[in-house]
């Protein structure tokens, strides 16, 4: 990618040569006759080749650097989770029950217990010390998270909402939206045609848009709330930045703006503010980014505790771009027009994107992704580091992650793996494999994916 705007190569001139030479022709040069001495210097040469040919002389292939680890079955909707010593499976084969498993990185099964009766499973996460097991009602829309201990798989609590751990703090926020009480749709209710229905966190059926959320800090020893807020505008959790720790941003419906402490819920810094209320709030480095709607819609960057405001600027027609992070940098996308990347320090424009599914942070640089991964750029300029073409897919965000994984499925039933690491200069193709993967984990030194919709595999790599 260039750094202007779109992501059109720079231009090549090409020069043909045509079919004519410059070089007289063979025939016009007069050869003097070859020696005996050069004649046979040639027979012996052509010999010598020969020989080297016959007996290996051709250096031998590079070992793959993949190993083999082991094989384990797994449905089609089977999931599983890839932690750096643990490889944990929620499956339920034909023949058997349904259960959560885990596994050490040898193959060996360290526990297995039944699912949770709840409805269908729909995710796995880490937290220190637990596995997270999500499940969803279908007939109620309620998504209820399971908490499992790590080295037992005993169950200890569970909790009737989808939870995200916050990394190293052992909370987790949740958020619900709030409806207007006379746009709930009672049984029997017609629904207008069209409408676009909204499912509230009692699993029922809302026809007007939430304005407002409730939030709660969980904590994850124990599955209970630590607190919870009023009705407010927007609630993101934050981590440390700016020599302070991490924090729970509350945008109130004055326009205000508060950063609360994530265990007890005080107010540590706030941001008094007149205006649109905040919707969206971000954390980029040490810099807040705050973006609200309405006539004056706009965003700003703020120090990490509110005390410096670095830029604000309004921002026309916001209700059909979105503001969000592709770290380092922020991203400002337009359906009709592309991506503008923005110095989070200063909100000024770095390059445009004109043409761009969207940008995904990885460890070494931002992802150019549509329906596969393009190429991978600077995110200070746009320029292009790494060329992806022939890859289809890439797995390894977010930046901390291990090196991107790339796919590449072949005609036979093969598929091709390649590694990106931190500021490598071209994809290392790793090897192919004889299976279709359909999706993979990674971490430093071993991989897994889901092979052929029927098993899941685990390799080492070098």
Same mark, same amino acid.
Not at 226 to 237: C, E, H, K, M, Y
Not at 264 to 281: H, N
Not at 333 to 344: C, F, L, N
Not at 442 to 453: E, I, Q, T
């Given at each position: 990618?260039?750094?202007?705007?779109?992501?059109?190569?720079?231009?090549?001139?090409?020069?043909?040569?045509?079919?004519?030479?410059?070089?007289?022709?063979?025939?016009?040069?007069?050869?003097?006759?070859?020696?005996?001495?050069?004649?046979?210097?040639?027979?012996?040469?052509?010999?010598?080749?020969?020989?080297?040919?016959?007996?290996?002389?051709?250096?031998?292939?590079?070992?793959?650097?993949?190993?083999?680890?082991?094989?384990?079955?797994?449905?089609?909707?089977?999931?599983?989770?890839?932690?750096?010593?643990?490889?944990?499976?929620?499956?339920?084969?034909?023949?058997?029950?349904?259960?959560?498993?885990?596994?050490?990185?040898?193959?060996?099964?360290?526990?297995?217990?039944?699912?949770?009766?709840?409805?269908?499973?729909?995710?796995?996460?880490?937290?220190?010390?637990?596995?997270?097991?999500?499940?969803?009602?279908?007939?109620?829309?309620?998504?209820?998270?399971?908490?499992?201990?790590?080295?037992?798989?005993?169950?200890?609590?569970?909790?009737?909402?989808?939870?995200?751990?916050?990394?190293?703090?052992?909370?987790?926020?949740?958020?619900?939206?709030?409806?207007?009480?006379?746009?709930?749709?009672?049984?029997?209710?017609?629904?207008?045609?069209?409408?676009?229905?909204?499912?509230?966190?009692?699993?029922?059926?809302?026809?007007?848009?939430?304005?407002?959320?409730?939030?709660?800090?969980?904590?994850?020893?124990?599955?209970?709330?630590?607190?919870?807020?009023?009705?407010?505008?927007?609630?993101?959790?934050?981590?440390?930045?700016?020599?302070?720790?991490?924090?729970?941003?509350?945008?109130? =419906?004055?326009? #205000? %703006? @508060?950063?609360? &402490?994530?265990? *007890? !819920?005080? /107010?540590? $810094?706030?941001?008094? +503010?007149?205006?649109?209320?905040?919707?969206?709030?971000?954390?980029?480095?040490?810099?807040?980014?705050?973006?609200?709607?309405?006539?004056?819609?706009?965003?700003?960057?703020?120090?990490?505790?509110?005390?410096?405001?670095?830029?604000?600027?309004?921002?026309?027609?916001?209700?059909?771009?979105?503001?969000?992070?592709?770290?380092?940098?922020?991203?400002?996308?337009? =359906?009709?027009? #592309? %991506? @503008?990347?923005? &110095?989070?320090? *200063? !909100?000024? /424009?770095? $390059?445009?994107?004109? +043409?761009?599914?969207?940008?995904?942070?990885?460890?070494?640089?931002?992802?150019?992704?549509?329906?596969?991964?393009?190429?991978?750029?600077?995110?200070?300029?746009?320029?292009?580091?790494?060329?992806?073409?022939?890859?289809?897919?890439?797995?390894?965000?977010?930046?901390?992650?291990?090196?991107?994984?790339?796919?590449?499925?072949?005609?036979?039933?093969?598929?091709?793996?390649?590694?990106?690491?931190?500021?490598?200069?071209?994809?290392?193709?790793?090897?192919?494999?004889?299976?279709?993967?359909?999706?993979?984990?990674?971490?430093?030194?071993?991989?897994?994916?889901?092979?052929?919709?029927?098993?899941?595999?685990?390799?080492?790599?070098?």
């Amino acid at each position: 990618m260039a750094s202007r705007e779109g992501y059109d190569d720079d231009p090549v001139a090409v020069i043909d040569l045509g079919t004519d030479r410059y070089d007289p022709a063979v025939d016009a040069v007069a050869r003097p006759p070859l020696s005996a001495a050069h004649r046979l210097r040639i027979a012996v040469l052509a010999l010598v080749g020969a020989l080297v040919l016959a007996t290996g002389g051709a250096a031998p292939p590079a070992p793959s650097p993949l190993r083999d680890g082991y094989a384990l079955p797994l449905t089609s909707d089977g999931q599983f989770l890839l932690t750096s010593d643990r490889l944990y499976v929620a499956n339920q084969p034909a023949d058997g029950e349904a259960a959560v498993t885990a596994y050490d990185l040898t193959g060996r099964p360290v526990w297995s217990v039944p699912q949770p009766a709840d409805g269908e499973h729909v995710g796995l996460s880490a937290a220190p010390g637990l596995l997270l097991f999500m499940s969803n009602n279908p007939g109620q829309g309620l998504v209820r998270t399971t908490a499992l201990d790590a080295a037992t798989g005993r169950p200890l609590w569970s909790f009737p909402d989808w939870l995200t751990p916050l990394s190293d703090t052992g909370a987790a926020l949740v958020t619900e939206d709030v409806f207007p009480p006379d746009s709930r749709v009672e049984p029997g209710d017609q629904v207008p045609p069209g409408a676009m229905l909204q499912v509230g966190p009692d699993g029922s059926a809302y026809l007007a848009t939430s304005r407002e959320v409730t939030a709660r800090v969980i904590d994850l020893a124990t599955g209970t709330a630590l607190w919870r807020t009023s009705q407010v505008t927007a609630a993101a959790a934050l981590p440390a930045g700016g020599g302070r720790g991490p924090v729970v941003l509350v945008g109130l =419906p004055d326009g #205000g %703006v @508060e950063l609360r &402490d994530l265990r *007890t !819920g005080s /107010v540590r $810094w706030s941001l008094d +503010r007149s205006g649109a209320p905040v919707r969206y709030a971000a954390q980029v480095g040490d810099v807040l980014l705050l973006v609200w709607d309405g006539p004056d819609a706009g965003a700003a960057g703020y120090s990490a505790d509110l005390g410096r405001r670095l830029w604000e600027q309004t921002t026309p027609e916001l209700d059909r771009r979105h503001f969000g992070v592709c770290a380092p940098m922020i991203c400002l996308s337009d =359906p009709g027009t #592309g %991506v @503008e990347v923005r &110095d989070p320090a *200063t !909100g000024a /424009v770095a $390059w445009r994107a004109a +043409r761009v599914g969207h940008l995904q942070p990885s460890a070494s640089g931002l992802v150019v992704y549509d329906e596969r991964p393009r190429r991978v750029v600077d995110p200070a300029t746009g320029r292009t580091v790494v060329e992806l073409t022939g890859w289809r897919e890439a797995e390894g965000f977010p930046p901390e992650s291990a090196p991107l994984l790339l796919r590449r499925p072949t005609d036979t039933h093969q598929t091709w793996l390649g590694l990106l690491a931190r500021e490598a200069t071209a994809v290392r193709t790793l090897d192919v494999v004889p299976y279709v993967l359909s999706s993979c984990q990674l971490v430093p030194g071993v991989l897994a994916c889901h092979a052929d919709n029927r098993e899941l595999r685990l390799w080492r790599y070098e």
